[in-house]
């Protein structure tokens, strides 16, 4: 049996706004867990917070050049491998951190220092952290239940 993508079941626009706000968080959560471990006074007047989607922004805004060394270092800094949530960077003048949270709930923390117009890693910190909980909401559930039954049918 042909099955047309437009029966195919969808999440609700209501249930995307939920699990957007859910998400956001939960990143919040992870970053609060991180910022207290490791005892930073990081605070939104003298740090600018940017997601990895941001920087990406940012950078096709202001002509994506392929030798922006600022950029480029800053990204090199983010492939970290696995992580929970999703890492932040956090930025002033000539210093950041990068905060994310490894998939065993170990905290860690970069030190960034801008030298010679690079993004260069000065020191990493790794601390046990708390566990923060994602819960998937009762809308995603319902949809994964319709998706695989309509997916099964034959």
Known sequence: MVHSQSNAPRLSSDCLEESKIRDEKYVKNIMNDIISTFDLKI??????EIS???LEAAHLMYGGRENDSYYNS???VYDSGGYRGEPRLFVKAQEAFLLYKEI???NVMKRLNLEKGEWIVTETKKKKGKIVEYRPLQCEKDYLKKRNEYHNMK
């Open 74 to 76: 800053l990204t090199k």
């Open 104 to 106: 065993d709930d170990t």
């Open 43 to 48: 605070d939104e007047n003298s740090f600018w």
């Open 52 to 54: 990895k989607r941001d």
